[in-house]
């Protein structure tokens, strides 16, 4: 069985920097897309970066330019490199996967396996 984990989550102050890892038991990371989530007080979750099985990366529109999605393969971690934050990142950060293995576009839906998240705080 597949087990996520977040980390890297902290206090930063605005302007400042991040880089979450996602790792996993039980599977290679390799073989899947996996998706980056956030959810901050009071709103819905939703996607922020995800990358595919060939490296396919995609951001969505708030973040790009800040946030950088990426593999290393040895260390079997996924990771989501945050520049530039601001306080409107302030969020639990969570990583997923739908474990369809080999696919070359990665997406925000049908996720089965979630991490239990990592809280980001952007304030001074």
């Known amino acids: 069985q597949v087990q996520l984990a977040e980390s890297g989550g902290g206090l930063v102050p605005p302007g400042g920097s991040l880089t979450l890892s996602c790792t996993a038991s039980?599977?290679?990371?390799?073989?899947?897309?996996i998706s980056w989530f956030r959810q901050a007080p009071g709103k819905e979750r939703e996607g922020v970066s995800c990358?595919?099985?060939?490296?396919?990366?995609y951001t969505v529109d708030s973040v790009k330019g800040r946030f950088t999605v990426f593999r290393d393969s040895a260390k079997n971690t996924v990771y989501l490199q945050m520049n530039s934050l601001k306080p409107e990142d302030t969020a639990v950060y969570y990583c997923?996967?739908?474990?369809?293995?080999?696919?070359?576009?990665?997406?925000?839906?049908?996720?089965?396996?979630w991490g239990k998240g990592t809280l980001v705080t952007v304030s001074s």
């Open positions: 039980g599977s290679t990371l390799d073989y899947y897309g």
């Open positions: 997923a996967t739908d474990l369809v293995p080999g696919t070359a576009y990665c997406s925000y839906v049908g996720m089965n396996h």
């Open positions: 990358i595919s099985t060939i490296g396919n990366t």
